[in-house]
């Protein structure tokens, strides 16, 4: 599987950005999808996810109620819609996947990533 994030940019704070990440080869139905960021001087962390067989949608819960992650099947690509963004969300965001029965949060269990999209919200 391999994937390509695009999407990201400047946006003053409140503002919105899509993320895209565009999913070729082979997905099986146990692979869980996920976007991850990494602001400077953090570590890595979960964003939102999904398992590509269906079901709920988990986010961390600073994104919740502002982060929609969904997918165009017939397009072969996961979305990150991010609304009424805040400068703590600036990083690096990165869409990942997994072979896994059950979403992680863990980056560690996800096997294959994008190069990554810088998104900068200014105050």
């Known amino acids: 599987v391999q994937l390509q994030a695009s999407g990201g940019g400047l946006v003053q704070a409140g503002g919105s950005l899509r993320l895209s990440c565009a999913v070729s080869g082979r997905t099986a139905s146990n692979y869980i999808m996920g976007w991850f960021r990494r602001a400077p001087g953090k570590e890595r962390e979960f964003v939102a996810g999904?398992?590509?067989?269906?079901?709920?949608?988990y986010y961390a819960d600073s994104v919740k109620g502002r982060f929609t992650i969904s997918r165009d099947n017939a397009k072969s690509t996961v979305y990150l819609q991010m609304d009424s963004l805040k400068p703590e969300d600036t990083a690096v965001y990165y869409c990942?996947?997994?072979?896994?029965?059950?979403?992680?949060?863990?980056?560690?269990?996800?096997?294959?990533w994008g190069q990554g999209t810088q998104v900068t919200v200014s105050s």
């Open positions: 999904f398992r590509w067989s269906g079901g709920a949608t």
């Open positions: 990942a996947a997994g072979q896994r029965l059950w979403v992680s949060i863990s980056p560690h269990d996800y096997s294959n």
